[in-house]
């Protein structure tokens, strides 16, 4: 007992009726840019994390020499 697919039309209808096509049409491109934008910037983030040459890789490599010399002087002394 769902919602059948007579229910469905009769509803796309009334939205369209009371939104127009022109306006569905901008909120459905402006729906598929941010979900764009939001993926490429979730990949750009993947890309950023594992390219040695970006700031952000540089900046984790630099931490991770810092600590692994911090043991050697400790053993020096």
């Known amino acids: ?10 509803v ?3 939205v369209i009726l009371l939104f127009g ?5 901008n909120i459905g ?3 598929g840019g941010a979900i764009r934008g939001f993926k490429k910037s979730m990949s750009d983030e993947d890309t950023k994390s594992e390219d040695p040459d ?3 890789g540089q900046a984790d490599e630099q931490t991770r020499q810092a600590a692994d010399e911090k043991p050697r002087e400790k053993t020096k002394s």
């Open 54 to 56: 970006s700031l952000e």
């Open 1 to 10: 007992m769902g919602i059948s697919i007579w229910q469905l039309l009769i």
């Open 21 to 25: 096509t022109k306006k569905l049409r």
């Open 29 to 31: 491109t402006d729906l």
């Open 12 to 14: 796309l209808g009334i």
